[in-house]
């Protein structure tokens, strides 16, 4: 099964109201990372958050490690926040990335 | 100013040949990394380096081989192109290759295969 799960898959807010974006995961992750893919494919990283609260601007980030959980809330959102976010995991056995479906996130204003 | 530079953008080859992916990054980084995203598909891990030496090959094709000519490169070669392998390829970096340290990506290259 898909070790990186993200929901929902896709979500259309008014400019203005917050996003809720979650991912769990199957397996132990020694590293979490948010991730913003443009309509043009560019991917950004937003956050690297294994475990913890983090916050970038709008951005904040809860992982709950033992509960293989985490979630990206975007406060007051932005056309310009239109876009696919990706969660990705590494494993402690080989480090690489490994990602999830995606949730595709429209802002309209 | 680009931290990890990605050549070319956009890549059009015809089925049976053969091209190559070039990728620098400017980050002082010791491991590098390729992914590959498919059409409607989740990004996938192909191969990792550290200190230039292969670290992990999730690749089953040897029709894709990964070349490191200076710490810094990370190029991708392609034989015997398929239209399968039409896909956006994501170069990426990370201060090391074992630990969880945030990987940093390139633009990509978009391959299209005929």
């Known amino acids: 099964g898909q070790q990186v799960q993200q929901s929902p898959a896709s979500l259309v807010l008014q400019e203005g109201e917050n996003a809720e974006l979650q991912c769990n995961f199957s397996s132990t992750a020694t590293q979490l990372q948010w991730f913003y893919q443009s309509p043009g494919g560019s991917l950004v990283s937003l956050l690297s958050n294994p475990s913890g609260t983090k916050h970038t601007g709008r951005l904040t980030s809860t992982t709950v490690t033992k509960e293989r959980r985490s979630s990206l809330h975007i406060s007051s959102s932005q056309t310009t926040d239109s876009g696919t976010y990706l969660c990705?995991?590494?494993?402690?056995?080989?480090?690489?990335?490994?990602w999830g479906s995606g949730t595709k996130l429209i802002i309209k204003p | 100013d680009p931290k990890i530079i990605q050549k070319p953008k956009y890549l059009v080859a015809v089925t049976g040949s053969e091209k190559i992916l070039i990728c620098e990054q400017y980050l002082g980084h010791n491991a590098m990394y390729w992914y590959r995203q498919s059409a409607k598909k989740p990004l996938e891990f192909m191969f990792s380096?550290?200190?230039?030496?292969?670290?992990d090959n999730q690749t089953a094709s040897s029709r894709f081989q990964p070349q490191s000519s200076k710490k810094n490169h990370l190029d991708l070669q392609i034989t015997a192109l398929k239209p399968d392998d039409s896909a956006t390829y994501f170069c990426a970096s990370s201060q090391e290759g074992q630990g969880a340290y945030e990987q940093y990506f390139g633009p990509g290259t978009r391959l299209t295969v005929l």
């Open positions: 990705a995991i590494a494993k402690r056995s080989n480090y690489q990335l490994i």
């Open positions: 380096y550290s200190y230039q030496k292969l670290m």
